[in-house]
């Protein structure tokens, strides 16, 4: 299974902007869609984004539509989160994760159960 490593989270000013990346390796990463969650202290984790096995189809959660884009290389075995607009709501722990369910549905692909690879996470926070 691919392995996931992210980067980029910090600590931003409510309106500012942040770039998160998710890097794959051990498996052929073109193989997985690759999603987005995030879990803020207290809550349960919620979807972020997510992007198909070649990019060409993204789905964002409801919160951040607008805000956050998603989009991938698969030269580079990278995908990329764009955050603008960042808000203290947004303060979470985000993790990208690999699935492979066929079609790219999205009841599969905007929940937890449609991945089977995770990354430890990044810690985000939006300071008021």
């Known amino acids: 299974q691919v392995q996931l490593v992210e980067s980029g989270g910090g600590l931003v000013q409510t309106g500012g902007s942040l770039r998160l990346t998710c890097v794959g390796s051990?498996?052929?990463?073109?193989?997985?869609?690759i999603g987005w969650f995030r879990q803020g202290q207290g809550k349960e984790r919620e979807f972020v984004a997510a992007?198909?096995?070649?990019?060409?189809?993204?789905f964002s959660g409801e919160s951040v539509k607008g805000r956050f884009s998603i989009s991938r290389d698969n030269a580079k075995n990278l995908v990329i989160l764009i955050m603008n607009n960042l808000t203290p709501e947004d303060t979470a722990v985000y993790s990208c994760?690999?699935?492979?369910?066929?079609?790219?549905?999205?009841?599969?692909?905007?929940?937890?159960?449609?991945?089977?690879?995770w990354g430890r996470g990044t810690q985000v926070t939006v300071s008021s």
């Open positions: 051990g498996d052929t990463f073109s193989n997985y869609y």
């Open positions: 992007v198909s096995y070649g990019g060409a189809m993204t």
């Open positions: 994760a690999a699935g492979s369910t066929s079609g790219f549905p999205r009841t599969a692909v905007t929940t937890t159960s449609g991945y089977n690879s």
